[in-house]
C-alpha cells in the first residue's frame, strides 16, 4: 500500500492526489483522479491521531460502515475506503460546485422559488431515505449539503 505524505500532489492507492477542498477538525478533504478510471473523486482523509485522542474511532467506523451501505440520488457517495498507519481514506463522489453555503456566498445568490423548492424536495427526499434505514444525520447544515456539476443536492 503506497502512503500518502504531502499534502500537495502525490498518490495513496490506486489515486492521484490534487488539491485541498476542505478542512474540518478530524479530516481533510483533497481532490483526486482514478489511475485506472480516470474518474474525479473526492478523498477525505481522517486522521487516525485527531479521532484516537477524541475518543471517536468507534463513531468513525460505524459511519463508514453505514455510508457504505447507502445508495440514493440524494445522498453522496462512498464508493470505497481503506487506511494505513495514519489515516482512513473515504473515497467520495465528487461534488464539482461544493457546499451549497459557499456557492451561496461566493455567487452572491439566493435561488429563485423554483430552484430553493428542489433543493429542499432532494434534501427531504434524502431524508427520508436515511430515516427509512434507522439513519438520523447528526449534523445536517448548508456546509453538508453540496452541489454537483448539474445542480443537484447531495447531503454529505
Given amino acids: ?44 482523509m481522517i486522521d487516525k491521531k485527531k479521532i484516537t485522542s477524541n475518543n471517536m474511532e468507534k463513531r468513525v467506523a460505524a459511519e463508514v460502515k453505514i455510508h457504505s451501505q ?6 453522496l457517495e462512498l464508493y470505497t475506503f481503506f487506511e494505513d498507519d495514519n489515516y482512513v481514506y473515504l473515497v467520495l463522489e465528487m461534488a464539482h460546485n461544493g457546499e451549497l453555503q459557499r456557492y451561496m456566498r461566493a455567487n452572491h445568490i439566493t435561488f429563485p422559488e423554483e430552484q430553493a423548492s428542489l433543493i429542499v424536495r432532494q434534501v427531504v427526499e434524502g431524508l427520508r431515505y436515511l430515516h ?25
Fill in 70 to 75: 447507502l445508495r440514493h440520488p440524494s445522498i
Fill in 1 to 44: 500500500m503506497n502512503k500518502y505524505h504531502s499534502s500537495l500532489g502525490g498518490s495513496i492507492e490506486q489515486y492521484a492526489v490534487h488539491n485541498p477542498l476542505g478542512k474540518g477538525g478530524f479530516a481533510t478533504v483533497h481532490r483526486a483522479t482514478c489511475l485506472r478510471t480516470g474518474l474525479e473523486v473526492a478523498i477525505k
Fill in 132 to 156: 427509512s434505514h434507522n439513519v438520523v444525520h447528526r449534523d445536517l447544515t448548508l456546509s453538508n449539503l453540496l452541489l454537483m456539476k448539474d445542480m443537484r443536492v447531495k447531503i454529505a
